[in-house]
């Protein structure tokens, strides 16, 4: 037997996941387990002994440990680097060695989460390079096997922000990187905190104001990313900071990542706590414009090193929904596939199979074609949550008649928690973990967002879709089984879906098909007899913290929040009506 953990834990994002033979077994960020704080990067405890409980395995069992970091990566450019900035160069090196300190005590480190001898462990230690690690979670459990196009591109890891690469095969060929400071994450996180949203992981509003806005500032953006002829990207000099200490005692605090000249570029920044103006709106959208321009600059040039359809991509950026449905309308690559956590959690599962085939040498694949790698709960469990919950409660004889109750519960304009089976590898609820909505009714987004998920108004939600009712509904095709294509609806049918038709009219497709997930496709099914609507309103479980785990945190969320219902497994919940 060859059992091969993965590990990310070096950042935020901390998670682990396990290979056994060749196939996937289980996979959890650690921010779901322990003290639960989104991009928890604390040394992933909960995910390993989730991982090894769920496959039956102690540590002594695994024989190999990957790990989505390779500290002497790109050493070159690292030592280049501390010569030319001295100051931010010295913190760069302390953070360098004490991650070595962390990697050189892993086995204690593990044997003391497992509680077992550090002597009796006999795992190789593999460490993969970063981005070598996020193309491979990609490639390697895709449906590809021939000529393949690999691209990676996030803030950064390993001193690199960018890779692309030719895959075949049970092969990875490295043929370019972008090495810091150059770094689209950078840039877009500098917008980011510019426009102040100044936490970690706050990119994706970004995204989402950017439509609001025009792009008004595409002269400016050009000087902050400049694209050179057969180059990747360059991010203009003396506009970005690199290593600088944080300015508030978060603890995924990031240092302010713009320099004043930026601020003489664009203006005064927005503070966090100022209303949001249509100034922050269009430098939103000039700088989603601009990253979208950089994203098709690099794929192009990819293409012509490696002429093919096929196109995987990981990364933080490759979460940019809206460029990758332009990188389908744009660019030769017409058959992407991107796996549930593109981000730097699913860099664990890139090593482990990065280990299984690049290291190990062999080639059975494996395909993801689902997301549930996470905890599930057992019946009984279940039960005792529910009827101790003092809610009405409905018991369902089986899934059929759970999908009925639910999908009239939504038509009838019920906000329904719906918490199924194990939960969702990666940062989206794709149809175990969430909480579901009637898309045709033109309240329900801002009753969502104010009484429910307690955030920003100009935030849009997803659409799950039917896998043969996308073409209906969108202008592009797209299977995105993983909520990562932003798609045009087709005029007809924006202003009969306010709920989940954002200002531009385009949506965050889910594919939904019955062999990857029959549960919630039967759900859909049945909402579609009743309504006409192939297709669900869909947001994560979760009220500003990482989606639920447990039956006890989702009724937690139900209990809090103003959601109407809650389909916890079989067990059908309900509020009383007011008045």
Request: aromatic residues 8%.
């Amino acid at each position: 037997m060859t059992a091969i953990l993965g590990l990310n834990f070096f950042h935020a994002d901390s998670a682990a996941c396990l290979v056994v033979d060749g196939k996937l077994v289980a996979a959890v960020a650690e921010e779901r387990l322990g003290e639960r704080y989104k991009h928890s990067p604390e040394f992933p405890e909960h995910a390993v002994r989730y991982c090894l409980a769920e496959a039956g395995l102690r540590l002594s069992d695994v024989t190999h440990v990957a790990m989505a970091r390779d500290t002497g990566a790109n050493a070159a450019a690292k030592r280049n680097y501390v010569l030319r900035n001295p100051r931010t160069g010295v913190i760069a090196a302390l953070e360098h060695l004490s991650r070595r300190r962390k990697s050189a005590g892993l086995v204690e480190q593990l044997a003391g989460v497992m509680g077992e001898d550090p002597a009796a462990q006999r795992f190789e230690f593999v460490p993969v390079e970063h981005h070598l690690a996020h193309i491979a979670s990609a490639y390697y459990v895709s449906p590809f096997d021939g000529l393949t196009a690999g691209f990676s591109y996030d803030g950064s890891g390993d001193f690199a922000s960018a890779m692309l690469a030719r895959c075949e095969g049970n092969r990875i060929t490295p043929l370019g990187k972008a090495l810091l400071p150059d770094s689209l994450g950078f840039f877009y996180t500098a917008i980011c905190q510019f426009i102040g949203f100044d936490r970690f992981g706050e990119e994706y509003k970004v995204m989402g104001l950017a439509p609001y806005g025009e792009d008004k500032h595409a002269d400016a953006m050009r000087k902050l990313v400049e694209l050179p002829a057969g180059g990747l990207f360059r991010l203009g000099a003396g506009y970005f900071n690199m290593h600088q200490p944080a300015e508030n005692n978060d603890r995924l605090a990031i240092g302010r990542l713009y320099t004043d000249r930026l601020v003489a570029l664009l203006g005064r920044p927005r503070q966090r706590d100022e209303p949001l103006t249509q100034r922050e709106m269009d430098i939103a959208r000039s700088a989603q414009v601009r990253f979208e321009e950089a994203a098709l600059h690099c794929l192009h040039g990819l293409h012509a090193q490696v002429p093919t359809g096929q196109l995987v991509m990981a990364g933080g950026c490759a979460l940019n929904g809206v460029a990758n449905a332009r990188i389908l309308r744009e660019t030769p690559f017409t058959t992407p596939y991107l796996q549930a956590a593109a981000s730097d959690d699913g860099a664990c599962l890139g090593a482990a199979y990065q280990v299984w085939h690049g290291h190990l040498g062999r080639s059975e694949r494996f395909h993801m074609a689902h997301a549930a790698w996470g905890p599930g709960y057992g019946d009984d469990r279940i039960r005792a949550v529910a009827e101790a919950s003092g809610y009405p409660l409905q018991v369902c004889a089986d899934e059929a008649e759970l999908c009925e109750v639910a999908a009239g519960l939504i038509a009838e304009g019920k906000v329904t928690g719906w918490y199924q089976g194990r939960s969702e590898w990666g940062p989206r609820a794709l149809g175990n973990r969430s909480i579901l909505a009637n898309p045709a009714i033109p309240t329900m987004k801002d009753t969502i967002n104010a009484k429910i998920k307690r955030r920003e108004s100009f935030r849009p939600f997803a659409p799950s879709v039917l896998r043969e009712a996308v073409a209906t509904y969108f202008e592009q095709d797209v299977y995105s089984p993983f909520m990562m294509h932003v798609v045009k609806l087709r005029p007809e049918w924006r202003d009969r879906l306010p709920a989940i038709t954002h200002v531009d009219g385009t949506g965050r497709l889910q594919s939904v098909d019955a062999a990857s997930n029959p549960l919630y496709h039967a759900l859909i099914s049945a909402f579609q007899r009743r309504t006409g609507l192939g297709m669900v309103l869909n947001t994560s479980f979760n009220e500003n913290e990482p989606v639920v785990d447990t039956p006890e945190q989702a009724l937690a969320c139900f209990a809090r929040t103003e959601m109407d219902a809650l389909c916890l497994g079989r067990f059908v919940l309900t509020k009383p009506v007011a008045g």
